[in-house]
């Protein structure tokens, strides 16, 4: 219980990887805002911690919806202690034919809603001296063709975490990020399903097999909590060791 009497908003909090990272946090002692735009697993969740978890409509691509969010933590809790920016969307397609509204909506969510994220919740994190953890992908710094879009984002969110640790340092808040692999949650677990895809991932991954939700969650855990005091600025590859440059 290394999280008892903390809270924490998970965007994207309500199925997939962020489920797992939710239900980490909630298995830590943590109160956590599981906010997305639509409810999806959030009575599963809910059975695990019953009032310590809460759902709460939010678009990370809008501001003002994701102010919303933080002040409803702050105020259902009584404080925040960490922000995980998990919401996330991938869109498909070369960058020749890829059409710019998806871009923009891989871009909008994944980047943009990150850094709503991080500024809406600064207020409130610098009065408990909490932390960030963003969620970036392996994708981050590998090249994979048709997914242009997603890999700049995460590329994105790689360097708005150092940046962001450097400047909110003064504050006391922590900014870190987790860049997963091949997970059996949420999209990886769409890719786990295609033969052909896991044909080619499962060549380069020394672990021999897809992590889990709760491996991240661990993961997030670490970076949350008094073991992770340390770490700053960093972002931790959880990837069972995927050897592709
Ligand atoms: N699964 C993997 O193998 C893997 C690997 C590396 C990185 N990741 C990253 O992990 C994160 C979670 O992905 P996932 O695999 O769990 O995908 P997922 O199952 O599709 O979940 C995405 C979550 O984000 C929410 N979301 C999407 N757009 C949103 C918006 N505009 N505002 C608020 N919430 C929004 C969705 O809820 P609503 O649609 O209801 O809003 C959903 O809860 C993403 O950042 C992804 O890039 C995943």
Redesign the pocket.
Same mark, same amino acid.
């Given at each position: 219980m290394r999280l008892r009497g903390r809270a924490a908003v998970v965007? *994207?909090?309500?199925?997939?990887? *962020?489920r797992s990272i939710a239900e980490a946090l909630l298995r830590e002692g943590a109160g956590v805002v599981c906010?997305?735009?639509?409810e999806?697993d959030m009575a599963r969740i809910a059975e695990l911690a019953g009032d310590r978890a809460v759902f709460h409509c939010?678009?990370?691509?809008d501001p003002g919806s994701v102010d919303a969010l933080m002040r409803f933590a702050q105020q259902h809790f009584g404080r925040l202690d960490l922000c995980v920016a998990?919401? *996330?969307?991938?869109r498909d397609g070369p960058v020749h034919t890829l059409d710019p509204k998806e871009w923009e909506e891989v871009i909008g969510?994944?980047l943009t809603?990150t850094f709503h994220c991080v500024q809406a919740a600064t207020p409130y994190l610098r009065q408990t001296g909490g932390s960030v953890v963003a969620?970036?992908?392996?994708l981050s710094t590998r090249v994979s063709e048709g997914a242009a879009a997603?890999s700049v984002s995460?590329a994105g969110i790689d360097m708005l975490t150092r940046a962001c640790a450097a400047e909110l340092a003064a504050f006391g808040i922590r900014v870190n990020a987790v860049a997963? *692999?091949?997970?059996s949650?949420?999209?990886?677990?769409r890719?786990a399903d295609n033969d052909l895809v896991w044909g080619e991932y499962h060549k380069r991954l020394l672990s021999g097999r897809p992590g889990t939700g709760a491996e991240v969650g661990r993961a997030v855990v670490f970076l949350a909590s008094p073991e992770g005091a340390y770490v700053n600025g960093h972002v931790l590859e959880v990837n069972g060791g995927l050897r592709w440059a």
């Open positions: 965007t *994207g909090g309500t199925s997939g990887l *962020g906010a997305a735009r639509s999806r939010t678009d990370v691509r998990n919401a *996330g969307v991938t969510t994944n809603g969620i970036s992908s392996a997603y995460k997963p *692999g091949f997970i949650e949420g999209m990886g677990s890719l």
